[in-house]
Structure formats: C-alpha cells, structure tokens
T-cell receptor, first 113, second 114 residues
C-alpha cells in the first residue's frame, strides 16, 4: 500500500558534522513533504517543508531536497549541535490516506559533543 | 495564540474504565486531527475533522474509540472500555485547512491503562 519509508532509524554524528536523513514515498501524486522534529517528551514541531514545484529549500543550517522522479526527499543538517538531538519525522500526503499526512517511522539523531 | 491545547497531560486508568481526552485547536484553524504515537507503530492518524465534520475515521482502531467535535473550538476522543494496549501518547493537531498548510501539534496526553 501507500507508505513513507524513512532511513536510518538511528544516526549518531559528532558535533559540527553533517547529518542526512532520507525518505521515500510511493504515491507519485504527492506534492507536500514536511519534516518534524520531536524532542524527548515533547510535541512534534514542523521545522521545514517543501512542495513538489521546487527541488531544494534551505533555512539556516537545515535544508530539504526533493527528487520527484525517484520519489525521495532528504533532510540535511549542517554544523550539527547537541540541541539538534531529537527524533525527526518525514511525512507526505498520500492518496491512499484520504489526502492526509502519513509519517515516516522516525530517525533518532544523536549529536555527540 | 496559546497553540493547540490538550488535557489532561497524563492519564492513568484501570482497564475497563472510560477515558476522555480533550483538545482545543488554534483559533481559526478549520481542520483537526487526532494521532496516536507508540514505539511500535509510530505516529498513526486516528481521525480527521474539517469544519467540525468527521471526514476520515478509518484509522480509529475499533468501536471502543469515538471522537466528537461539537464546535470549532473543542474536540474529544473517548475510549470505552479502555485496555492496556491503548497505552500511548495521543496528540491532537490542527491546521488552517488542508494538511499542506502545516500541522501544529498539541503537547499530547500520555495515557497509561493498567
């Protein structure tokens, strides 16, 4: 069925290094791809999103890239800091989900000082 | 704006009891969503309202779960009777209209059924 797959499930990087999280989706009609950050014990919060009419979007140290042909999108965090440690979720609107957001399984990012 | 407000923050109840979770969406938001989060299944959409009308409840696990939205500023998710496997964090979220206008989540209700 329609789904969103996210990799890796866990990621550890040294402070200052870059982190990349990738997601693939199955519905070629999807046109909206947000990323959420969830700190321990807190709510998911939208950090960046991209629509299908653009290939890349940046906001300071974070960026998202989209490859519609391959049906995958990625989150890039540069110059990582300890406060970037959290679970990151990608999401997409899939036809099979009544046009609602379907979330990936999440990536636990740990930034080591 | 105070954001999406959920209550209670924590709920511990005995198996078989009725549980009611509450949500106040952001003023002016027309869509409201209930999600359940567990380690095993991640974030699952349970039900979605638009202009107070349930649009899609295909994610509601079974008849023990019900949700209402009597007006634009209030929604409830009820579990009756509750079971230990219902233990999870339940999030309410709202958006201006369709999900691609951006979902804002509440702080969640951590439910423990013993």
């Amino acid at each position: 069925g329609e789904n969103v797959e996210q990799h890796p499930s866990t990621l550890s990087v040294q402070e200052g290094d870059s982190a990349v999280i990738k997601c693939t989706y199955s519905d070629s009609a999807s046109n909206y791809f947000p990323w959420y950050k969830q700190e321990l014990g807190k709510r998911p919060q939208l950090i960046i999103d991209i629509r299908s009419n653009v290939g890349e979007k940046k906001d300071q140290r974070i960026a998202v890239t989209l490859n519609k042909t391959a049906k995958h999108f990625s989150l890039h965090i540069t110059e990582t800091q300890p406060e970037d440690s959290a679970v990151y979720f990608c999401a997409a609107i899939l036809s099979g989900s009544a046009r609602q957001l379907t979330f990936g399984s999440g990536t636990q990012l740990t930034v080591l000082p | 704006d105070a954001g999406v407000i959920q209550s209670p923050r924590h709920e511990v109840t005995e198996m078989g009891q009725e549980v009611t979770l509450r949500c106040k969406p952001i003023s002016g938001h027309n869509s409201l969503f209930w999600y359940r989060q567990t380690m095993m299944r991640g974030l699952e959409l349970l039900i979605y309202f638009n202009n107070n009308v349930p649009i899609d409840d295909s994610g509601m696990p079974e008849d023990r779960f019900s949700a209402k939205m009597p007006n634009a500023s209030f929604s409830t998710l009820k579990i009756q009777p509750s079971e230990p496997r219902d233990s999870a964090v339940y999030f309410c979220a709202s958006s201006l209209s369709t999900p691609d206008t951006g979902l804002t989540f509440g702080s969640g209700t951590r439910l423990t059924v013993v």
